[in-house]
T-cell receptor
């Protein structure tokens, strides 16, 4: 079945450090790929997405590239801020059949950024 | 645009009672809505997919008679937790689909005493 393996946390960084959160997936076909962020006490927000191979999604300084050959969608940011402290979820979205539109969430990675 | 609301945001109820949670898409129509459950410090678990005007599709292991889902209109889906027990305490999140993207509600914290 479809699954997502996401880098386990928690991840603790100092402000302005480089961030990488790994995400790999198994799925039939070519899913769209999403990263969601959940700030403390809030619901999920879309951070970025990529819908086909080699696409790069970017938002708020975060980037992730759709790597078909390695079935990966690693999240990166060159310089994190305290306000980036949150939980990050990788989520491929199935593209067709009876499971159309379903998101499969990774386990989430808690990021804490210290001043 | 693409705002999804949930009501209530928090609810505390006694064991054995039923609780209804509403999910609304405020500025778009959603033929498909999803209901998730999130345990503390854990990921989201899809409970069911709700399509307007038809029966919900439940994920394996989710009791459809316990978690009743109704999607009566293109902007409203409801989840009713029937005969709630303490183990049903959780964070319930809905999402509404538009143009192949899901927009999430802020979640409902259910506590069953």
């Amino acid at each position: 079945g479809d699954s997502v393996t996401q880098m386990e946390g928690p991840v603790t960084l100092s402000e302005e450090a480089f961030l990488t959160i790994n995400c790999t997936y198994t799925a039939t076909g070519y899913p769209s790929l999403f990263w969601y962020v959940q700030y403390p006490g809030e619901g999920l927000q879309l951070l970025l997405k990529a819908t086909k191979a080699d696409d790069k999604g970017s938002n708020k300084g975060f980037e992730a590239t759709y790597r078909k050959e390695t079935t990966s969608f690693h999240l990166e940011k060159g310089s994190v801020q305290v306000s980036d402290s949150a939980v990050y979820f990788c989520a491929p979205q199935l593209a067709g059949g009876t499971s159309y539109g379903k998101l499969t969430f990774g386990q989430g990675t808690i990021l804490t950024v210290h001043p | 645009g693409a705002v999804v609301s949930q009501h209530p945001s928090r609810v505390i109820c006694k064991s054995g009672t039923s609780v209804k949670i509403e999910c609304r898409s405020l500025d778009f129509q959603a033929t498909t809505m999803f209901w998730y459950r999130q345990f503390p410090k854990q990921s989201l678990m899809l409970m069911a997919t709700s399509n307007e005007g038809s029966k919900a599709t439940y994920e394996q292991g989710v009791e459809k008679d316990k978690f009743l889902i109704n999607h009566a209109s293109l902007t409203l889906s409801t989840l009713t937790v029937t005969s709630a027990h303490p183990e049903d305490s959780s964070f319930y999140i809905c999402s509404a689909s538009s143009e192949n993207e899901q927009f999430f509600g802020p979640g409902t914290r259910l506590t069953v005493l």
